[in-house]
């Protein structure tokens, strides 16, 4: 087979190929448009869900009773806040950036950044959080043989099991803005069918 | 455009579409198999650094003197000696099949089995290596508190090091066996030109 011979490739299922990405919706076919949609409303469900679980783990870690010890007199509870208000904010906007996309058809920023822009913060901050709540595990396994630690030992270990779940959805969504990057590397376009 | 009209594509590189996947290395092209080979030697480099982090991460962190505390006196580093043992184990495991596909131009596995296996192992590992050495590192730094801790501290704080390199290694082969999972996806091929 010549380098030339592409042409007459049986490939299992037909595929399209988007001649320019940034065109209006218009020159988009109906399948390949309809599965985009599913694939953003997919990736919207997981941002949410992580957004909603590391936010409710930095409320469960800072709100702590007077007179108990505080998260910021440990090392690695403040990993874990620092770690998880970072995923909070990161979340928010990548659903402000999802739901514009599924609006609008189209990226906030130029296609090819925004495809690797998401998909480096998505791995980097999902290696991030699991490191902070692993952390967070040792500390608060520590934090028991403490006779004094008793509301406090508890909310702890909500906050990082809180944490380890929002980490579930960020590497999720990492899997899928992945499949987006080598979909954009191999046909150029983050369309895929 | 139609749902038929992907022969008129102007894609930027001319796309090589290997009918067979599984046919004798003479069917493919020699600017794929080029490029594969490569891939496959990088692929193969990463393995060893990982394997020769990971194996040297054990080694440090159970070579201790006698009298002083040793590794399975704490439950983090039982975790960082369990994570480090079967990443060594996987990248011995994985180096073979590099070789054994370098050298045979076919996977040990079927084609698609080995993609997955590859690519959801290396994300599992990934993530324990990187959970075990954060508790590691925050026992580490609790130990430093201890005032009978001398060199048993700078051999786990070494082993904890060693470990992350290992990590390093082991993340930038999953992007790689990820690339191969959804070029074999989009494709039907782990072959990408």
């Known amino acids: 087979m010549t380098r030339n011979g592409g042409v007459e490739s049986p490939s299992p299922r037909p595929r399209i190929h988007q001649t320019h990405p940034h065109d209006t919706p218009h020159f988009h076919s109906t399948v390949s448009e309809r599965k985009l949609r599913r694939f953003n409303y997919l990736i919207f469900i997981f941002r949410l869900a992580a957004f909603c679980f590391a936010l409710s783990a930095v409320v469960f870690m800072i709100a702590t009773k007077s007179g108990s010890p505080r998260w910021y007199d440990f090392g690695a509870f403040r990993f874990v806040i620092a770690a998880n208000v970072i995923v909070t904010l990161y979340s ?9 996309e599924i609006s609008r058809g189209s990226t906030i920023f130029p296609e090819c950044w925004q495809v690797w822009f998401d998909f480096g913060h998505d791995q980097v901050f999902a290696y991030l959080l699991l490191s902070a709540d692993s952390a967070g595990t040792e500390m608060a396994r520590q934090l028991r043989g403490i006779a004094t630690c008793n509301a406090f030992c508890i909310q702890s270990d909500i906050s990082v099991a809180l944490g380890f779940a929002g980490f579930l959805f960020l590497m999720i969504s990492s899997l899928l803005s992945g499949f987006r990057v080598v979909s954009f590397i191999l046909n150029g376009s983050r369309f895929h069918v």
């Not at 928010?92 to 514009?100: C, H, K, T, Y």
């Open 92 to 100: 928010l906007f990548e659903m402000v950036a999802s739901a514009w």
